[in-house]
């Protein structure tokens, strides 16, 4: 199980950092991504960290800004959000084990959790 926290209101320009605590068993040896999903949208890709903790890839959207991080200890993953812009206004949805090549699309992982608002303002 997967449990996202650390949504909230920013202002534009602000940072945030959410949280996916993973229970139930260890997570360490899973790729865990964030994806994001704003109202009347599809969800889409912000980025993920291979089970190794070295490999990363971005949408280019958050690129320079987001910064996806993991501490195996805790069996927890992040993802630190810089330069809030409005468009980054969205629901966001940590997960783990991408199954296959493509690690960039929700169908690919195994494991969800519930979603955490993120609101910026301008």
């Known amino acids: 199980q997967l449990q996202a926290s650390g949504g909230g209101l920013q202002l534009e320009g602000g940072s945030l950092r959410l949280s996916c605590k993973a229970s139930?068993?260890?997570?360490?040896?899973?790729?865990m991504a964030w994806f994001r999903q704003a109202p009347g949208k599809e969800r889409e890709f912000v980025g993920f960290?291979?089970?190794?903790?070295?490999?990363?890839d971005y949408a280019d959207s958050v690129k320079g800004r987001f910064t996806i991080s993991r501490d195996n200890a805790k069996n927890t993953g992040y993802l630190q959000m810089n330069s809030l812009k409005p468009e980054d206004t969205a629901v966001y949805y940590c997960a783990a084990q991408c199954v296959g090549t493509n690690c960039r699309i929700p169908g690919a992982y195994g494991y969800w959790g519930q979603g955490t608002k993120v609101t910026v303002s301008s």
């Open positions: 139930g068993h260890s997570f360490r040896s899973y790729t």
């Open positions: 960290l291979k089970w190794g903790g070295q490999s990363t």
